[in-house]
């Protein structure tokens, strides 16, 4: 029999960022949608999980916004545990810029940057590369403690990416292109076969969907 946990991931709802700046790690709050978005999603989710989140407010204010319609359908979502690992980007010294900072900020070095942001590291913070590394290692020990669970994740775009990168064994730079909106639900599994599966089959991680969004969210 094979043991499959699945992970489904939910991006973290909105938050103000008019001038659109490097936010990061920054503890900004959520701005949480109307209660018609909630409850579009909680049917598609598990009623029998674990639940996770980042040591972010906004990761545990979108669980709790969640919460009381996954009840709403007669569940009952265990304590939301936090796990910094799954947290966005550190931008380090970047944090808090914009575009514009970040070029006048960079200088000569913002087409070197352009080129391979991945691999970037700002002073003081960790490059898109680092973080698919910590999201991989994390991920991979929750799934060993964990086999066979469901295991919902409320995270940021660029640690569900850095999943995606650890399950597709994509470099960092491809993981970069993947959009993942805000309350979007991108699932991924991990299953681990009884016995030896064709040639082709023989990875063990699987991914169903990504940056589905739910009928009037888009």
Not at 3 to 21: A, L
Not at 51 to 59: A, F, N, Y
Not at 146 to 161: E, L, Q
Request: aromatic share 8%; charged share 25%.
């Amino acid at each position: 029999m094979t043991v499959t946990t699945r992970w489904w991931w939910i991006r973290h709802d909105k938050v103000h960022n008019p001038e659109n700046r490097l936010y990061g790690q920054s503890d900004i709050k959520a701005v949480i949608s109307h209660a018609g978005a909630y409850e579009r999603l909680a049917p598609s989710l598990p009623a029998d999980a674990l639940w996770l989140c980042s040591h972010l407010s906004r990761t545990r204010e979108t669980a709790a916004a969640l919460r009381p319609h996954m009840e709403a359908l007669g569940h009952d979502p265990p304590e939301t545990l936090e796990l910094p690992e799954i947290a966005e980007q550190d931008f380090g010294a970047w944090q808090g810029m914009n575009f514009a900072e970040l070029k006048a900020h960079l200088g000569d070095g913002f087409d070197a940057f352009w080129r391979a942001p991945a691999e970037a590291r700002p002073p003081g913070g960790e490059s898109f590369a680092e973080v698919i590394a910590r999201v991989a290692e994390a991920v991979g020990r929750i799934t060993e403690q964990h086999p066979g669970r469901d295991i919902v994740a409320f995270a940021h775009g660029g640690s569900i990416r850095a999943a995606l990168a650890a399950a597709l064994e994509l470099s960092p730079e491809c993981a970069l292109r993947f959009q993942i909106r805000n309350l979007s639900l991108t699932r991924i599994d991990h299953l681990v076969p009884d016995e030896d599966p064709p040639s082709g089959m023989r990875h063990p991680w699987h991914v169903h969907q990504v940056n589905q969004l739910h009928p009037e969210d888009d």
